[in-house]
């Protein structure tokens, strides 16, 4: 008797002592921990441009995923983007232990509230407390919203009460019938439900105390909508308005398993070859990696065992390094590390032979705009936006980011139709807008390599005329001349037209805007006509106002931008198109000279992460494209030698650009230039300190591939220009982590490209869950404060996902760089080329 009481006790003290070690605390990062759960309070807030990005309120991250996000306060039940979203006002710490409180307030609405999340055992209690009791007018409106990720829970069930369901894999209803457009919810009534009781991976129960909760399915709103759990206020509510009490289930022991991270379209020999571990710190991580050859029989013959290098910790894993560069032999390979094995991937001369290719003549291709697409027997458009342009009106701050100021800068009036505008260019990324800058950018890269890696390549017909483009169908004509001259059709026209560069052309309205699928589908391809009734048509003519608008402010930087592009296109295209070259090369003269006295920075633009919308920027990189176009005119060589108090100052942006001068600029240029790529360098290097994977990783609200990329070409042409000071190391590390080296998982962030690689993407086709080919996205962000995220299934968050025009070309650029390195000796081990 007395051993089985003593027993009893003893057991019952284990379960008291497992349980107090699974309760959430408060840690360091001031996020609620507890193995497998990690909840952030407004630690990432609703974005002043884009609204609800899903990623900001309340968020779990249940073993190692984030499901859920956006617990806020919401006017709606299933908001779509552009819905109102409150204005973050505070984050402290609470009176009680291990609880948060985030004071926020809808201001037009006069709704200021509290919420307060505290931890509670194993799971969580959300109070959300009103400054005021909530008048009869939000009643109905007003309520708490917790979104749930629709990939985490397509075909599993849920109980609300005890009444059963099942999450839809595509939205069906129901939906309200009074024209609203609005779902109804999926299930309602009850005060406890629970996500995927049969999954204990994502599980999720919610009680609430004694406001009803409702299910709703947002994608029935919005495809890019997810599941809300929700309870609404009652009118007259106040203190206590909404109780609930979160429960995630978690597995028991459970750990992350480990990420080895390597370049998934593999390595050349003799080139440095690591790969990167990511581990829980709670796993005990092996000591030791294994690099195994895959034979024709399908055996793994093991090749090389050895310890692995610790990295140290990066946000919340652990980093350590398998170098295998010693494995020169080709073959195929694949890594193990404890139970894991990754994909195969290759070592071989012609590893990267084809990394680039797919970019230039499939993602480039269905991007162009102002032409029908087709590859084989797929439509990818037809003949787009024929109707371009409007003039978009003054004083205007459009939804996607885009201004105009009281100057129109155009000789056109608000609402006009702007002849001309209707050929060349690419659509920017998703959501079909021209942004000029980035179209610029574009055909600057692409001038680039093809001067320095020739880009010999012919997959792609393209007739213009026809408004015509074929993917795999050569033509005889290289795919580069063909993008870079449909590009500068487009920055021609703006100059034509405009007599300078515009900011772009971008849908008027947002349900326009948020069209997916055929880009020649967005508009009906007729001018737009005031005098005709809505759906009438005559001739080329219709009463649909669906025109895309221009946005044509004046600025400096946009035509320094511009001035560089057409200067590069120029020389691009002088054997080609002759007659095209020279005008191209007018125009850039015409621009740079029209700005030399007007490098005064404006905010009237759209705010642009690719490049700074400084003057004196623009100025340098233009002055460097027009001394390469005219074989060091003097007018420009002593402009650049003017600007180098600029060049010295934004070296780490303009470097790349300054060393292309160095054939026409003296040697006291090239002495001015030694020191600042060695203080780069030196910049750089301490930078680099703070993450294991030798690249500057984006830590701001859009994930950084194009940062990578860039800094992969301007550190190739400082190694070109100086390789006593700067390594080849660089551009290679930034070539493994676009092609799989990262954070979160190791898949390629080019669609296609490599044994594993991005295949859900943010493009025109997202609605489709696919990807187009060739396109780079986003990749890695990190969603503060420590959580690195790159989901694989879901296509929505364009943070993430989201395919844009300037980001490919830049990585087609670095692509060729660091071909170039692996082809010299410099690349081989012991050269530096390993981080």
């Known amino acids: 008797m007395r051993r089985t009481l003593v027993a009893v006790l003893l057991a019952g003290c284990m379960i008291s002592a497992q349980a107090q070690a699974a309760a959430l605390r408060l840690g360091p990062a001031q996020t609620l921990e507890a193995p497998g759960l990690s909840v952030i309070v407004d630690q990432n807030q609703f974005s002043p441009i884009f609204f609800d990005e899903k990623n900001a309120g309340i968020q779990m991250v249940l073993h190692g995923d984030r499901i859920a996000t956006d617990g806020a306060l919401r006017l709606s039940p299933t908001p779509e983007q552009w819905s109102p979203v409150p204005l973050f006002v505070s984050r402290t710490l609470g009176a009680a232990p291990d609880q948060i409180v985030v004071r926020s307030a809808f201001k037009e609405e006069k709704l200021g509230y509290k919420v307060t999340v505290t931890a509670e055992g194993e799971g969580f209690r959300i109070a959300v407390d009103l400054d005021a009791p909530l008048p009869p007018a939000l009643a109905g409106k007003a309520g708490f919203n917790l979104d749930f990720l629709p990939t985490a829970y397509f075909g599993k069930t849920y109980l609300l009460d005890d009444a059963p369901g099942l999450f839809p894999r595509h939205p069906t209803g129901p939906m309200a019938k009074d024209g609203s457009g609005d779902p109804l919810p999926l299930a309602a009534g009850g005060h406890s439900i629970t ?181 084989q027997y797929r439509v990818w458009q037809s003949p787009s936006h024929l109707d371009d342009a409007r003039q978009a009106p003054p004083n205007h701050i459009h939804f996607d980011g885009y201004k105009m100021g009281p100057s129109l800068d155009s000789p056109f009036k608000a609402g006009e139709h702007i002849p001309g505008l209707a050929v060349g260019g690419w659509q920017d990324a998703g959501d079909y807008d021209i942004q000029t800058p980035d179209n610029a950018w574009v055909v600057r890269d692409l001038v680039w390599a093809r001067e320095m890696f020739g880009l010999d390549w012919d997959e792609t017909s393209v007739d213009e005329a026809a408004r015509a483009v074929e993917i795999r169908k050569p033509d005889g004509v290289p795919d580069a001349i063909q993008q870079i001259r449909h590009g500068t059709l487009q920055l021609l026209a703006q100059y034509k037209v405009f007599g300078h560069a515009i900011v772009g052309i971008i849908d008027p309205v947002q349900r326009q805007y948020a069209h997916l699928g055929d880009a020649g589908s967005q508009t009906d391809g007729r001018l737009y006509d005031p005098s005709l009734p809505a759906n009438a048509v005559s001739g080329d003519r219709s009463g649909k106002p669906d025109d895309r608008w221009a946005f044509t402010t004046d600025l400096p930087a946009n035509d320094l931008y511009v001035a560089g592009a057409l200067a590069g296109a120029s020389r691009a295209l002088r054997a080609s198109d002759p007659a095209m070259a020279e005008e191209a090369l007018a125009a850039a003269r015409t621009l740079w000279a029209k700005q030399q006295d007007r490098l005064v920075d404006s905010a009237a633009a759209r705010d642009n992460a690719f490049a700074p919308r400084a003057p004196d920027v623009a100025d340098v990189m233009a002055t460097v494209e027009l001394i390469l176009a005219t074989k060091g005119e003097p007018l420009y060589t002593r ?197």
């Open 639 to 835: 402009r650049l030698t003017a600007l180098m108090p600029v060049v010295a100052k934004h070296f780490d942006w303009v470097g790349a650009a300054a060393v292309r001068a160095l054939p026409f600029m003296g040697a006291e240029y090239r002495a001015a230039l030694a020191p600042l790529a060695r203080a780069v360098k030196e910049k750089v290097d301490r930078d680099l300190a703070a993450n294991p994977f030798g690249v500057p990783i984006s830590l701001g609200s859009w994930a950084g591939s194009n940062q990578v990329a860039t800094f992969a070409t301007a550190m190739y042409m400082l190694h070109t220009a100086f390789p006593d000071i700067v390594g080849p190391d660089y551009t290679l590390n930034a070539l493994d982590y676009i092609l799989g080296r990262h954070p979160a998982n190791a898949l390629s962030l080019v669609s296609t490209v490599g044994t594993q690689s991005k295949l859900i993407g943010y493009g025109h086709n997202r609605a489709d869950y696919s990807f187009i080919p060739g396109g780079m996205v986003p990749g890695v962000i990190v969603i503060k404060p420590d959580f690195p995220e790159l989901k694989t299934d879901w296509p929505f968050l364009w943070f993430e996902n989201e395919y844009t025009v300037s980001t490919t070309s830049a990585y087609i650029l670095a692509a060729n760089a660091a071909i170039s390195l692996t082809q010299t000796p410099a690349a081989a081990p012991g050269a530096g080329a390993a981080r």
């Open 195 to 375: 996500l995927a009781p049969e999954d204990p991976a994502t599980r999720v129960t919610i009680t609430s105390d004694a406001a009803p909760l409702a299910l709703y399915d947002a994608r029935a709103r919005a495809q890019n909508g997810w599941f809300v759990v929700r309870s609404l206020i009652e009118a007259g509510a106040k203190d206590n308005a909404v109780v609930w009490h979160v429960r995630p289930h978690r597995i028991p022991g459970w750990v992350r398993p480990p990420v080895v991270s390597y370049n998934q379209a593999g390595y050349t020999p003799d080139r440095a070859k690591v790969a990167l571990i990511e581990s829980d710190p709670n796993d005990k991580a092996p000591a030791e990696a294994e690099l195994v050859r895959l034979a024709a029989d399908g055996s793994r013959q093991p090749v090389l065992r050895a310890r692995v290098q610790p990295r140290g910790r990066w946000m919340r894993y652990d980093y350590a390094a398998f170098d295998f560069s010693s494995v020169r032999a080709p073959g195929i390979y694949a890594i193990r590390y404890g139970a894991t094995t990754t994909a195969p991937f290759r070592i071989a001369a012609d590893a990267y032979a084809h990394i680039w290719q797919t970019s230039l003549d499939s993602f480039l291709a269905e991007q162009m705009d102002h032409v029908g697409v087709r590859e």
